[in-house]
């Protein structure tokens, strides 16, 4: 039986209330990045180490999600990891020595994975319930909250202090958890047609998924070149000064936000295959404009249409996963997230070692190449826009 829709509404208004916390929250770290080195005395590589040992507890935590989504359903992993994620914060920036740091970010970037997951499930069990795409906008709540984030970030610091910083972004985390806990929509589950009450883990999700994930991989690249390497590009190979090459980023991040926020009604009218096609297109001319553009702002330009194109990839691939996962949402998206994070950990380190022998014109043509077999795969999220087969009356979400 299809959702209240007061209830289903109140429950997209929370969903979107910690989409936008989880990217606040990330964005709040940034500015405070610099500060681990004389805090602690500690060099860029130390440095390094640390944020690969963040990386590596995102993508254990995703390895667990799934199933913890499943057994004690999308809800309740939301309410619990957003509280570990409002207290991760302070826990690393007032670590006292660099093991307790280690074990915080470590700790931290395993909340905020798994808050990540657990809040696409919820997203994509509403979707399923209502029969209606929101997955982009949440997303686009997210690019909001990153964007506050890093931008409120550094004045709060500056008046604050790192540590008065870090715990006032706790409290409001936490108030925001607050008033979203009771609001967080509990869709029921469909029942695993094994009868076993569970459905498949992450791994154990058919063919589909991995293609899905594969996806994901050739989305996440591209948007990671974009954000570690067009300002280096801008200023090496067009000569642009520091002002210009840092507006390339924020082109594309601006032209994602807004994208994501009429992705749905797009969505909703053309539908996933023809969105995701016409998607992957727009990013890839964009990516070959900006590798191809003899100016800064024909460049910069590229950018942002690629951000365009870029903004409703992954949403459209976490909704088809999600509702490819069945009786088990949550461990279809993990997988797909642990294969597409996995792309933006080791993109970084292949494309600098490629600079040199190929330069950026090349890497970034390679990656339109990426985002043309992208599009080329559309079909492959058809199931996107099925409908939500009926909920079992006996089992529902706590």
Not at 60 to 84: D, I, N, P, Y
Not at 145 to 156: E, M, S, V, W
Not at 353 to 379: D, K, R
Request: hydrophobic content about 55%.
């Amino acid at each position: 039986m299809p959702l209240d829709p007061v209830y289903a509404r109140r429950g997209r208004i929370a969903i979107s209330a910690l989409f936008l916390l989880n990217g606040a929250i990330l964005g709040s770290w940034a500015p405070q990045i610099p500060l681990l080195l004389p805090r602690h005395g500690i060099t860029e590589g130390a440095l390094g180490l640390l944020i690969f040992g963040m990386g590596a507890g995102s993508m254990a935590a995703m390895c667990l999600s799934g199933r913890l989504a499943e057994r004690h359903g999308s809800r309740a992993l939301v309410r619990v990891t957003a509280v570990c994620c409002a207290l991760a914060l302070p826990a690393a920036v007032l670590a006292p020595d660099v093991v307790t740091l280690a074990l915080a970010m470590a700790a931290m970037g395993a909340s905020i994975a798994m808050m990540d997951v657990a809040t696409n499930a919820n997203a994509v069990e509403l979707e399923q319930a209502t029969g209606r795409a929101i997955l982009s906008s949440t997303h686009g709540f997210w690019s909001v909250g990153g964007f506050l984030g890093g931008a409120l970030g550094g004045p709060a610091i500056a008046a604050l202090g790192s540590g008065g910083h870090a715990l006032t972004v706790a409290a409001l985390s936490l108030a925001v958890v607050a008033l979203a806990w009771s609001r967080l929509a509990a869709v029921p589950v469909t029942e695993d047609p094994t009868g076993n009450g569970t459905g498949p883990g992450p791994w154990r999700q058919g063919w589909t998924i991995y293609l899905i994930g594969l996806m994901a991989l050739l989305s996440f690249v591209p948007e990671s070149a974009v954000l570690d390497w067009s300002a280096l590009y801008l200023s090496t190979v067009h000569g642009a000064v520091v002002a210009e090459s840092g507006m390339a980023f924020a082109l594309f991040s601006a032209c994602m936000a807004a994208m994501r926020f009429c992705g749905d009604a797009v969505r909703n009218r053309l539908g996933a295959v023809p969105l995701l096609r016409a998607s992957g297109m727009v990013a890839a001319t964009g990516m070959a404009l900006a590798a191809l553009a003899p100016s800064t702002a024909l460049a910069a330009t590229g950018f942002a249409l690629c951000g365009i194109g870029l903004a409703n990839l992954v949403p459209l691939l976490f909704s088809a996963a999600g509702r490819h996962g069945g009786s088990n949402p949550g461990a279809a998206i993990a997988a797909v997230s642990f294969t597409g994070y996995a792309g933006m950990l080791v993109a970084p380190t292949v494309i600098g070692a490629s600079v040199a022998p190929l330069g950026f014109p090349a890497i970034f043509l390679a990656l339109a190449a990426l985002l043309v077999a992208v599009a080329a795969l559309a079909p492959v999220v058809a199931g996107a826009d099925s409908a939500r087969p009926e909920p079992a009356p006996s089992r529902q979400q706590a």
